[in-house]
């Protein structure tokens, strides 16, 4: 064992003086030029030099895995990954090419075609044409809908006592027996215009005793002469002589008295004749516009009793024999007086239909299951499609257009040449490659750090698409595909990939058109939606909006491109009900997977981030229980971080997940830490090595490594623990190291104070490395000033640029001034002043 472990470390001495001479000589060979004015040359001798001072021990990985995490994810395509999608993406969807028909229908016959022998073929593609047909064409099965009709009679019911109302305004009719005054008569006497009325009254009285028993208006037309008599008799119409004739008639039956009290009463009568017509024009309380007309204060009371009555009679059988939807109202009226024929008196009917035509609605509504049973029914009573030929008879003449039966014929018989078409098959893989390509512009644009396994599994959930549809699953996974995609990668990656999917899927597969455009639409909001999601709680409410916008997709396609389908809409409604649950039920399924698939292909989503992120997760409970101090160190750096990603346009959930656990290796040994120490001893003084003392600091990056595998954060998480770390120098122990080496004889080597590595790989665990340097010492300031506190965050970040700790994070200089102002804003969020209470204020207080 002992001889292994020499023969390492010589090899790894052996390896730093490589090191070191492939760097004098790199730095020996650049032109003088380069090495005296050229700021970008100097920073990559100081790279070079850097480097060869900063070989890992031997329990550190070696150098080459520094920049593997970089190449893993580097954004280039290689040759063979693209031309692998194009094959199997042709290869799973191109089925149309494989056993194509060349002689399909619509094609020119090249010859002649005699059958061989006799036969009788069943035209599998017109039967089930047919079926579909008489599915789609078979009548519902309509039921009465007990409620509707329920809502009608309570309707109805306001109606007759909103007109018994307006009847009551008007007063009783007939106001006098019709034995002595006719109803006409009365009619006419409510409803004359006032002058035609005060020019009766004037015929009607003759003798100067009655005219004195009368009201004055009355006893001066008595005392008028009789010229003017004669004028106004003159004016009165036929209804109005009749009614002379009969108040004269009235008149003479009784006496005097009787008939003043008559004319005494009627101008009360008149009067509440007036408002009830006012009130009938007046719109009603059951509906917003007016019900009545004046014919219903011409009705007696007896002929208004038989109305209603005949009304509920009328209605009854009408609701038993039910009103479909869409009855025209023609029909619906005829049927209505029908009905009131025999019920109503005659001078109603007109009344009685229309106010039971204001009431009537359709009260049929579709028995889905019966509906269903009978169009399946319809189909099973369609009788197959056979084509019969006999032997030696032609099926096709050269020169003539193919039909369908004359294709069956030819594929019974092995005429219809089928084998791969090349050709075609070709050219739908120039279709996938430009597809590919698209797709590829779209990452390179909107998502560039795709990983080789996150090109896999996109190409994975695009093969399922075909897959299912091969396997006869009547419903594509397209809104699966567009929810995952954009879930994991954003929305511009899912809504492409469904749009691309679905212009390729009728080229090169049969389907149907309706299901692939509602499908496809349903995917491509999924893909939208899905990116801007950030709880699986919002993607199941866009699973809902999926189903409900496939289903209404679905609806319209098929209105639009079935000629029959618009005269019987409602038939189609199950089929559309079905896509609707489709919809959901393949996001359902995609939201099942997304855990799975996220730990197996190590995935990072903003809802994963979120779950990660979450203080209850029992890794961060136990880092803020046994380290407390680095929980709160943890808190500050994550703030830190978080502001300074939102401003230069990084991932934020990252960061801040990240924070969260870049620390966590510090519970193997809390009290190593001075943020645990509570104030307590420091254990590195009972310790006295700084040998020791740098690999306990050095180890909380190993542990937490291990925690974080052990508890299977996504690998960008673990990236934090080293990466905020880096390669930097543990600078208290190297110096008190650097001290007692002086007064011992004994060499300090510099890599043995310095963290292995890698350093920052992301400008996100650039940023986080800056933050984590800054924290303590902008804890430790109190009473400065922001410039003090500026000027000191600027040394800092200056010395991490300075050791080339942020080469390969992707972080330009420019941005490092506006690092350091963010940092010192979010510093004095954090240090605002306070007003000092004296002490009497305090005791009041505690009173």
């Known amino acids: 064992m002992k001889s292994i472990q020499s023969l390492t470390q010589q090899l790894e001495q052996w390896r730093q003086e490589c090191a070191t001479l492939y760097s004098r000589q790199t730095s020996s060979a650049e032109p003088p030029e380069s090495r005296s004015g050229n700021n970008g040359s100097n920073r990559a001798r100081r790279d070079r030099q850097s480097s060869a001072s900063r070989i890992p021990p031997v329990s550190g990985p070696p150098l080459w895995k520094t920049g593997w995490k970089k190449r893993m994810n580097s954004t280039v395509h290689s040759p063979v990954s693209l031309v692998l999608a194009?094959?199997?993406?042709?290869?799973?969807l191109g089925h149309r090419f494989y056993n194509q028909p060349q002689l399909a229908v619509g094609t020119i016959a090249p010859q002649s075609f005699e059958a061989p022998q006799d036969a009788k073929v069943k035209d599998v593609k017109t039967t089930e044409e047919n079926r579909k047909a008489a599915r789609i064409g078979s009548t519902p099965v309509l039921t009465i809908d007990r409620p509707v009709n329920q809502q009608i009679n309570r309707v109805l019911e306001k109606v007759l006592q909103e007109g018994q109302q307006l009847r009551d305004i008007a007063g009783a009719f007939p106001f006098v027996n019709p034995s002595q005054?006719?109803?006409?008569?009365?009619?006419y006497l409510r409803q004359a215009p006032e002058w035609e009325y005060q020019a009766l009254l004037a015929a009607v009285i003759e003798d100067k005793a009655l005219s004195q028993a009368l009201p004055n208006n009355s006893s001066n037309l008595s005392d008028s002469d009789s010229s003017t008599d004669v004028l106004q008799r003159s004016l009165l119409t036929p209804r109005g002589e009749e009614a002379v004739a009969a108040l004269q008639g009235y008149r003479q039956q009784g006496d005097p008295d009787r008939f003043s009290a008559l004319v005494n009463e009627m101008a009360q009568i008149r009067q509440r004749y007036t408002t009830a017509l006012d009130a009938i024009e007046r719109p009603s309380s059951v509906q917003s516009t007016r019900i009545f007309e004046p014919d219903l204060l011409e009705l007696s009371d007896a002929e208004w009793q038989q109305t209603q009555i005949g009304i509920k009679q009328a209605l009854e059988p009408m609701l038993s024999q039910g009103i479909p939807?869409?009855?025209?109202?023609?029909?619906?009226?005829?049927?209505?007086?029908?009905?009131?024929?025999?019920?109503v008196p005659e001078n109603a009917e007109a009344l009685a239909s229309t106010l039971l035509l204001k009431v009537l609605q359709p009260n049929l509504i579709k028995d889905l299951e019966r509906t269903r049973d009978r169009a399946e029914q319809a189909a099973r009573e369609v009788k197959p499609v056979y084509?019969?030929?006999e032997k030696g008879e032609t099926i096709v003449a050269k020169g003539e257009t193919i039909s369908q039966a004359q294709f069956v014929l030819l594929d019974r018989f092995g005429m219809s040449r089928r084998k791969i078409n090349w050709m075609g098959l070709f050219g739908f893989s120039g279709c996938v490659t430009v597809a590919v390509g698209i797709f590829w512009l779209v990452e390179r644009r909107t998502h560039p750090k795709l990983r080789r396994r996150d090109r896999a599994l996109v190409l994975m959930l695009s093969l399922s698409v075909p897959l299912l549809i091969s396997l006869g699953v009547p419903y594509t996974s397209l809104p699966a595909v567009g929810l995952l995609v954009g879930s994991f990668y954003g929305s511009a990656l899912g809504s492409t990939a469904i749009a691309l999917l679905s212009f390729l899927l009728p080229i090169g597969m049969e389907i149907e058109g309706t299901y692939l455009v509602a499908n496809a639409v349903g995917g491509i909001l999924a893909g939208f939606l899905a990116g801007r999601m950030r709880s699986r709680e919002e993607l199941a409410l866009v699973g809902g909006a999926v189903g409900g916008t496939q289903g209404v997709v679905y609806l319209l396609a098929t209105l639009i491109l079935s000629a029959t389908a618009g005269s019987i809409w409602y038939t189609i409604l199950g089929a559309t009900a079905l896509q609707a649950l489709a919809g959901v039920a393949w996001c359902i399924i995609a939201i099942g997977l997304s855990p799975y698939l996220e730990h197996l292909f190590d995935l990072i989503t903003p809802i994963r981030l979120a779950e990660l992120a979450n203080p209850n997760r029992p890794l961060l409970q136990r880092l803020a229980t046994e380290a407390?101090?680095?929980?709160?160190?943890?808190?500050?750096v994550a703030t830190l971080a978080e502001a300074a990603a939102k401003e230069l346009h990084c991932n934020v959930e990252l960061v801040r997940t990240g924070t969260l656990y870049h620390d966590i290796g510090?519970?193997?040994?809390?009290?190593g830490f001075i943020e645990n120490q509570m104030g307590g001893p420091n254990k590195h003084d009972d310790i006295d090595d700084p040998w020791t003392s740098a690999e306990i600091i050095k180890k909380h990056v190993s542990e937490g490594l291990v925690m974080a595998r052990k508890c299977r954060l996504p690998k960008a998480i673990q990236a934090f623990i080293p990466e905020h770390q880096g390669t930097m120098l543990i600078a208290y122990f190297y110096h008190q190291a650097k001290q007692r080496a002086e007064s011992e004889g004994r060499e300090v080597r510099e890599s043995d104070f310095r963290y292995v590595g890698p350093i920052p790989q992301s400008r996100e665990t650039g940023i986080v490395m800056l933050a984590d340097s800054c924290e303590a010492a902008l804890r430790s300031l109190k009473e400065a000033t922001p410039e003090d506190a500026l000027n000191m965050v600027n040394k800092i970040l200056k010395a991490r640029w300075q050791d080339d700790q942020l080469v390969d994070s992707g972080l330009t200089r420019e941005e490092m001034p506006k690092i350091a102002e963010i940092f010192v804003r979010v510093w004095q969020q954090f240090n605002h002043k306070r007003?000092?209470?004296?002490?009497g204020a305090l005791s009041l207080q505690r009173k």
């Open 835 to 839: 007003i000092a209470y004296p002490k």
């Open 181 to 187: 005054l006719p109803l006409s008569a009365q009619r």
């Open 666 to 671: 510090k519970m193997h040994d809390a009290l």
């Open 628 to 636: 407390p101090g680095t929980f709160q160190h943890t808190l500050f």
């Open 325 to 343: 939807p869409g009855l025209p109202d023609n029909l619906l009226k005829s049927a209505a007086i029908a009905q009131l024929q025999e019920r």
């Open 86 to 92: 194009v094959v199997c993406l042709t290869g799973a």
């Open 387 to 389: 084509v019969s030929i």
